[in-house]
């Protein structure tokens, strides 16, 4: 992690995102540089960095679109807050605000999460249907029969041939 404040195209290369996207990304909310300097160009510190690879693993490798990346940091932003805001306070009434907000944020995250999971499950038993049919192209194929008629073929209730 740099000790030192970098130019948007060394943060490109320490990320792997391009220039345009960081600034796409800047654009839409999701970054705010740490800096500018004296000539006007966006300095980015760790803490950047940091997030900037977090928004990639969100939309890389879990599939969440910018919108719900977005989302997701603006909850975390304001359980922050909500986490100072708790600690400064002993009135009952504001801690209860604090914490009913806090609650929902979570039951937002907790159904968006929920949705991925349904979308990636439908995905999945998509994939094992093209599986199962391709399995039994094979089996027509090592046993001479001509799989183009396999769709008038009798299935059972799993859609596999009797």
Known sequence: MPDRLLKIHEVAAETGL???TIRYYEELGLLEPAARSEGAYRLYDAEDLDRLRFIRGLRDDAGFS???????LEDEAVRARNRVQ???TTD???????????IERVDRQI?????K?????AMIAEAEKRRRHL?????????????RHRESAPTDDR???R
Do not use: K, W
Not at 92 to 102: P, Q, S, V
């Open 18 to 20: 391009t220039p345009r």
């Open 66 to 72: 910018l919108a719900e990346i977005g989302q997701l």
């Open 86 to 88: 708790f600690r400064a």
């Open 92 to 102: 009952a009434g504001e801690r209860e605000a604090i914490l009913g907000d806090a």
């Open 111 to 115: 159904a968006t999460l929920r949705q």
């Open 117 to 121: 999971v349904e979308r990636l499950g």
């Open 135 to 147: 399995i039994d192209h094979l089996s027509d194929v090592r046993t001479g029969r001509d799989p």
């Open 159 to 161: 859609g596999s041939r």
